[in-house]
């Protein structure tokens, strides 16, 4: 997370722009940058099953971060800069990346609006212009802008286990249903570096031919050790 908004200052200071990849070294409980989780969650089931947590600076709803493969994008963006159309323009790399694999993918157009950000699920439904596959979710997105910069954060699940946040609530929200995988679409479970190159592939073809891996330098890795101490602070966590 604090990489992330590193990246997104980055943005904000050089107008580059960033796609980055990655996994987690352990399951990870991800919440909302204004959902409300105070009170809301088992904090000793969460330390048994060996779960962390950490709030995104982006917006949305809770998401088990383990088998699923997480994007980052950060980018300057002017203030007249209209949300769908940057929501498109990401559809459009993660479309062509996920149809490389196989997996042919549909933007969700629900007929009503999304709920607010509450104790269910990310993955619980699809909010309009997020992609899905057979009528499910498969990529869940949110984006955060500030300052004259954007990031958007994205999950792709790989194999489904987000069912088993329910369980780590004080009181369980009942799922309607269940998310789509890479599994589902693919009958299998593809790695890390499989999707991440597609991904990068997508980008050289329809964004930079030119595109090429980041460079981390000193003034980047002070910024995400700086903001880092935000993250791992149980005041920014459990704020609300």
Known sequence: MALDEALMARARRTGQH???VYGWSRPTLSLGRNQRANGVYLLDELERR???VVRRPTG?????HHREVTYSVTAPCTA??????EYARFNLLLGSALETLGVGVV????PTRSAPPGAAPCFAEP???ELTFDGRKLVGSAQWRHDGALLQHGSILVDDDQASIPSLMREPVPLSGRPATLRDALGRAPVLSE???ALFAAVRTHLDPRARPVERDETLTQDAEQLAIRFRDDTWTWRR
């Open 18 to 20: 960033v796609l980055r």
């Open 127 to 129: 909010a309009r212009g």
């Open 195 to 197: 999707v991440a190159e």
């Open 80 to 85: 007249d800069a209209g949300l769908a159309a």
């Open 60 to 64: 949305g709803r809770a998401l088990l």
């Open 107 to 110: 933007v969700a157009d629900p």
């Open 50 to 52: 060996g779960i962390g």
